[in-house]
Every structure is written in structure tokens, then in C-alpha cells.
């Protein structure tokens, strides 16, 4: 059974809103990450996909490699901070950390 | 199409029916006689002290997140090396300049600690 | 070899960069460091602004290369812009880390990686290294809001930034697959080429490039996806802040300007009644009454400065919604914008570094009060710049105002109400701004409060003269300025 381009991105529009809705529900920041990781995957479902319809250069999967690889990079800034947070305030909840306000 | 795998498949089914036929006939074959001591959880003879889900200090995320950072360059390395000879000396000269650029954030770690044990 | 020429710039950047890594795992003294960090980004900005100026044709990248990086007059005019704000932002950094005994090299690695990375995203006609320019820029600047780690603010502040950004850049690239995914490109023209075709899907075309749009309105801080701006200003330490507010900027307003002009330019996706014009007045309305309105309530002055900042990015959306219209003329009027902002922003936040010392940073009002009366030579060049940001003749910032809102009144129809809107909104601003420098000049502090001591810098005097000249020069002489980025928006669109 050959799948269309619409399976996929149907697929991939759900990955893209577990990842959204659960880093808009959830205040961990750790889970926050780990939702934003879950978005970049299912981009990199998208065009992966994307390219097996559109085959005359390899665009996407070359594509899907930096994502890869940009979503490493940005993991190692973002626990940084994270961990610097910690070592501040003892938690990484993201509600409690309200020392800018207006 | 899937005959092409069906080696692969063949082999998993060896390996996999070569170690549990090991398991099987070391737990047949060896004699048993427990008895305290040789229940306890194998530390060298060392007596076992507190519980086994210790915290983990944190000088493992730095060596982790480096480690995650640089392993993830290697998978440009991949295709590269696949395709060594199409690219010619064009892709050889890239992928010196993007070791050179790795080499050199790797000194900067080195030299700024980030992989000193004991701080 | 020539064939290089015109990204040579970048490629200057890219290499002090690694130097500068090299330089400051192996060197004792960091203080150094700001002098070359300064002296390579702005060597790498005269070389821009010399190519620009000469005329030349530029000879086409490598083949290597690809189609990745553009070879346009753009391009050069926002090496300049950029690169300028990255020279001076790091010659206050010197000036500051060594005040308040921060000093650590880090801070300018992460300058030039930032530059480069905005260089980058200025330059791109790809998705790919629309994408990597953008999160090499984001990624640096998280760092170096973070880089204060035991300051509460500062730790918070780049949190939010990173968790908020992070998520922009998906739906941004979520959007960008989608564009792929409907036109098999993911090179500007080609998405542009095919759209034009009409042989795509108009539902994931749509959907692309509202999300495309919406990841680049988050870098550019327009409302609604400004939450991040005022919590990264004020977190930061102020020279950051300030490059933040210009190099981060520009490049964000560069790619937003290439994207909708070459990738999104037909009537299917660049008309009133469907496509990006409306989107952008809707962000553009929303900036700059809600920017305005919302920096009148505060009592810092760097969450002022950067709720002022939203407002900019208001004005500079109008313009870009009026190039759907006029073109050109719009689309030189928010360069000059950018180039004036960059200068006055920097005037504005060096001053405040310059105001401060260590123990007593000029953060909030009541820490300006009376600085005008007994330093007069550290409150000029804070008054000229806010005069700037205001738009007040004869300082760069007028023109840049002038050159925007009169592009949209060539426009004609709805968006000489939009101009209307824009002066309104300027009028509020004219309050804050003013009321900031009522502050230096005529209020006393009050009793017992710890008066801000300036600091003495050779760096960050040197930096608030560059760049106070340059608001002046922009603004008295601004005929120069205006050529290039005629020369460029023409070339782009051509």
C-alpha cells in the first residue's frame, strides 16, 4: 500500500501539536524542552516525507540533518541555562521564576 | 524484494538462538548451592552500601552535553566518507575545514576546563 | 579567488571568530579581547559598506557554494548595519565586564558567533541557511544573556528567551517544511517561481507561511509575540542588551525582507485581500500602540527602552506592509530605519552602561535623576540617542521615521491611516522619551538614595563617539546613507 503526502503530514501535524499543546500546558522546564525536541521531529518528518515526493535533489534529507544536529546544539545551551537556573532557585518550574515583572 | 533481507533475518535468528541456547545449558548443566553470600549483588567482594539509584553529580551533564554536541558532528562525517570519491578534492577540503572548526572548539573546551574530572 | 569577493565579510567574521575562541582560551588578559573583537567586526563592516559604495558588479559565489548565500547589494548594506552594532556592542562590553569584574572571554566568542550567525540569516535565499544563521544568531544570544549565571534576572530572563524562541523557531520551521512540502524548494526563488506557477496546494502554501511569518514577527519582537522582549532586555546585562536590540534586529528585518520579496512576492500571497500585507498591518497596529502605550507605565528604563524597541519594530512592520504597494521606496525606507535605529540604540544603552558603576548600575528612573546637572558629558550622548529613537530633527532617527511614513503615504488608501496611526503612536513615545530626559535634567535625587557614579572607559567613551557622530552625520547628511539603500532595495527588486 502506497501512502500519500497527506498521511504524512497528517502524521506530523499531530507529533507537531502533542509537542505544542505540551509546551504550553506544562510549566517543567525540562518538558518543555522535550516538547520543543518533539516539534523539531515531526518537521523533520515533514521533510523527509516531502522528499520522497519531490525526488530530483535531496533537499529534505539533507535538511533533516541540520535539524538533527541545530536541535543537539540547542539542547546543550538550553540545559545550561536550565542547570544555572537550578543552582539558583532549586527547581526549573517555569511559573515560579518571577523576578522580572513589570 | 524482502528476500534480500532474508540473510539478515537468518542471522539474527542464529544469534539470537545461540546465546539463549547458552543461557539454557550453563543454567542446566552448573550445580546450585545458594547461599547468602552468593546471593548478594556483585561488587568485587566488596560489602553493597545504600541504594543503587544514586544522584548524579552534575559534572556528568557537561561531559554528556560535549558529548552529545560532538557526536552529533560525526553523523556529517557519514555521508561524506559514502560518497569520499564522487566529492574529490572539493569535499575533502570541506570536511578539513570543518574538522579544523571542530579541532578548534575542542581546544577551547580543553583549554577553558570543561574537561578537568575534579574542579 | 574573486569569486569569494562579495562574502568576504563574512568570511572575516568567521575567521576572527575562531581567533578569538583561540585568543581567549590561551591569553590571561580578556580586556584586549574587546579591542579585537571590535576592530575585526568593524574591518569586516568597512569592507561591506567599501564594496557597496564602489559599485562594482559582484562576480557570483562558487559553485560549491550553491545557491545559499545571496550576492546582492542587500546582503552588503546589512554586513554593514551588523557588523557596526556587533564593533560597538562589544567595545561597551569591554568597557562594562571590566567595571563590574566579569571579565571572561566568553562574552566576545559569543559577539562574533552571534554576528555571524546574523550575517548569515541577513543573507540567506534558503530555508537551510535561512534556518542555520537564525539559530547560530539565537543560540549565542541565549549564551550571553545567561553569561551574568549568578544573577537571578539574568538566568530568568535567557530562560524565557530560549524556552519562547526555541518554540518560535519550530513553528518557524514547521512552516518552512510545509513551503517545501508544497513547492519540492527550499531556495526562495524556486518556492517563489512555483507558487507563481499556481501549480501548488494554496492550503499548505497558507499555512507555511503564516507559521514562516509568525516565527519571524517572534524574532523581531512585534505584538503578539513580544512576551519575551521586555523579560531578555532588562535580564541582560546592558551591553547585550543592546547588541540584542540591533544586530538581532536587523537580521530579523533583513530576512523578513528577502522572504516576502522574492519567495512570497505574487498576487496569490502579496495582495490585500489574501497573503502577508494584511498580517504585517495587524502585527505592525498592534506594535505600535501596544509598544507605546505599554512603555509609558515603566519605572526601568531598559524595559522603557525595550517596550520602545517593540514600538520600532511596529514602524518598521508598516513599512514593510507598504512595499506590497510601492516597493522600492519602502523598502529603502526601513533600511535607512535599521541603520538609524542601530546607531541611536546603541548610543542609548552605551550611555547607560556609561552612566553606571560598579555597585550602582543606572537601571531604573529614579537612578537617572539629576545626572544631566552634575555629568553633563555622560547625559548628552543618552539624550541625543533617545532623541534619535523619538525621531526628532536633525538626528538619524527623523529620517528613518520620515523615509517610513512616507513610503506609506505613497502607498496611498488605507495605509496613509496607518501613517496617521504611526504618528499617534510617535506621540505617545515623545512622552516616555521626553520624560527620561526631564528626569536627567531636572529632578533631584531623593534623600539618601546611592547616586550612579559614571564609570571611566576609553572603550565605551570611544564607542558612544562613533557612535554619536554617526546619529548626527545620518541625520544632518543622510543623502549618503539613503543612496546605498536605494542602490540596494532597487537591486533586489529589480
Known amino acids: 500500500m502506497e501512502l500519500g503526502l497527506g498521511a504524512y503530514l497528517t502524521f506530523a501535524s499531530v507529533l507537531f501539536g502533542i509537542g505544542a499543546v505540551g509546551f504550553l500546558v506544562r510549566r517543567n522546564a525540562l518538558v518543555q524542552l522535550m516538547s520543543i525536541e518533539l516539534m523539531l521531529n515531526s518537521v523533520n518528518v515533514v521533510l523527509v516525507a516531502a522528499n520522497r515526493f519531490h525526488p530530483d535533489n535531496h533537499a529534505g534529507q539533507v535538511f533533516a540533518f541540520f535539524v538533527i544536529a541545530v536541535a543537539a546544539a540547542e539542547a546543550a545551551v538550553g540545559l545550561a541555562i536550565l542547570i544555572a537556573l537550578y543552582r539558583l532557585n532549586r527547581n526549573i518550574e517555569t511559573d515560579r521564576a518571577h523576578v522580572l515583572k513589570h | ?119 | ?494
Open chain 2, 1 to 119: 524484494m524482502l528476500s534480500a533481507y532474508l540473510p539478515v533475518f537468518l542471522m539474527l535468528l542464529v544469534a539470537t538462538l545461540v546465546a539463549l541456547g547458552m543461557f539454557t545449558a550453563t543454567s542446566l548443566a552448573g550445580p546450585k548451592k545458594p547461599t547468602p553470600e552468593k546471593l548478594l549483588p556483585y561488587e568485587s567482594g566488596s560489602n553493597t552500601t545504600g541504594a543503587s539509584h544514586l544522584r548524579q553529580s552534575v559534572k556528568f551533564y557537561l561531559t554528556a552535553i560535549s558529548f552529545v554536541v560532538f557526536d552529533i558532528e560525526a553523523a556529517f562525517i557519514y555521508p561524506w566518507a559514502a560518497l569520499f570519491r564522487d566529492l574529490g578534492w572539493v569535499g575533502f577540503v570541506a570536511m578539513v575545514i570543518f574538522l579544523a572548526v571542530l579541532a578548534i572548539t575542542l581546544v577551547y573546551e580543553w583549554k577553558k576546563g570543561a574537561l578537568e574530572w575534579e574542579r
Open chain 3, 1 to 494: 579567488m574573486s569569486d569569494w569577493l562579495s562574502i568576504v565579510p563574512l568570511l572575516l567574521v568567521a575567521t576572527s571568530g575562531l581567533f578569538i575562541m583561540l585568543a581567549d582560551a590561551f591569553s590571561k588578559e580578556k580586556a584586549e579581547l574587546a579591542l579585537v573583537t571590535a576592530v575585526s567586526l568593524g574591518t569586516a563592516g568597512l569592507v561591506a559598506v567599501g564594496l557597496l559604495a564602489s559599485g562594482s558588479a559582484l562576480p557570483p559565489l562558487p559553485e560549491v557554494l550553491g545557491s545559499y548565500l545571496a550576492v546582492d547589494e542587500l546582503s552588503l548594506f546589512f554586513d554593514f548595519v551588523i557588523c557596526l552594532g556587533g564593533a560597538l556592542s562589544a567595545l561597551v562590553a569591554g568597557g562594562y565586564l571590566r567595571e563590574h569584574e566579569l571579565e571572561r572571554g566568553e562574552l566576545y566568542v559569543l559577539i562574533v558567533l552571534a554576528t555571524f550567525g546574523a550575517m548569515v540569516l541577513a543573507r540567506s535565499t534558503d530555508l537551510l541557511t535561512l534556518f542555520l544563521g537564525l539559530e547560530t544568531m539565537s543560540l549565542s544570544v541565549y549564551a550571553m544573556i545567561a553569561f551574568r549565571r549568578t544573577s537571578a534576572r539574568a538566568v530568568e530572563g535567557a530562560m524565557k528567551y530560549f524556552l519562547l524562541g526555541s518554540f518560535a523557531a519550530a513553528i518557524l520551521l514547521f512552516g518552512g517544511a510545509l513551503l517545501y512540502a508544497a513547492t519540492g524548494h527550499t531556495d526562495f526563488a524556486g518556492i517563489g517561481a512555483k507558487i507563481g506557477s499556481g501549480e501548488v496546494e494554496p492550503v499548505l502554501v497558507l499555512v507555511g507561511m503564516l507559521m514562516v511569518l509568525a516565527g519571524l514577527a517572534f524574532k523581531v519582537g512585534a505584538v503578539p509575540f513580544h512576551m519575551w522582549t521586555p523579560d531578555a532586555y532588562e535580564g541582560a546585562m546592558t551591553p547585550v542588551t543592546g547588541f540584542m536590540s540591533v544586530a538581532v534586529k536587523a537580521a530579523a528585518f533583513a530576512v523578513f525582507v528577502r522572504i516576502l520579496v522574492v519567495a512570497l512576492p505574487g498576487e496569490e500571497v502579496a495582495s490585500m485581500t489574501s497573503g502577508w500585507p494584511p498580517v504585517l498591518i495587524f502585527l505592525s497596529v498592534l506594535s505600535m500602540v501596544y509598544g507605546n502605550v505599554a512603555a509609558v507605565a515603566q519605572k526601568s528604563v531598559k524595559r522603557m527602552l525595550a517596550y520602545s524597541s517593540i514600538a520600532h519594530a511596529g514602524y518598521i512592520l508598516l513599512g514593510l506592509a507598504a512595499a506590497s504597494v510601492v516597493g522600492e521606496p519602502a523598502i529603502s525606507g526601513v533600511l535607512f530605519y535599521l541603520l538609524a535605529y542601530t546607531v541611536s540604540n546603541i548610543l542609548a544603552f552605551g550611555s547607560l552602561v556609561m552612566i553606571g558603576s560598579r555597585g550602582k548600575e543606572a537601571v531604573d528612573y529614579d537612578d537617572l535623576a539629576g545626572v544631566g546637572r552634575r555629568h553633563p558629558y555622560v547625559a548628552l550622548p543618552f539624550i541625543i540617542g533617545v532623541l534619535s529613537l523619538m525621531g526628532f530633527p536633525p538626528t538619524a532617527g527623523f529620517f528613518g521615521k520620515y523615509y517610513v511614513f512616507n513610503a506609506a503615504v505613497q502607498a496611498g488608501g488605507g495605509f496613509v491611516w496607518l501613517a496617521v496611526i504611526g504618528l499617534l503612536a510617535s506621540a505617545v513615545g515623545a512622552y516616555y522619551y521626553l520624560r527620561v530626559v526631564v528626569v536627567m535634567l531636572m529632578k533631584s535625587p531623593a534623600e539618601g538614595q546611592v547616586v550612579a557614579v559614571p564609570m571611566k572607559s576609553g572603550y565605551v567613551a570611544s564607542a558612544l563617539a562613533m557612535s554619536g557622530a554617526a546619529v548626527m552625520v545620518f541625520g544632518l547628511l543622510p543623502s549618503w546613507a539613503l543612496d546605498l539603500a536605494i542602490s540596494a532595495a532597487q537591486k533586489l527588486i529589480g
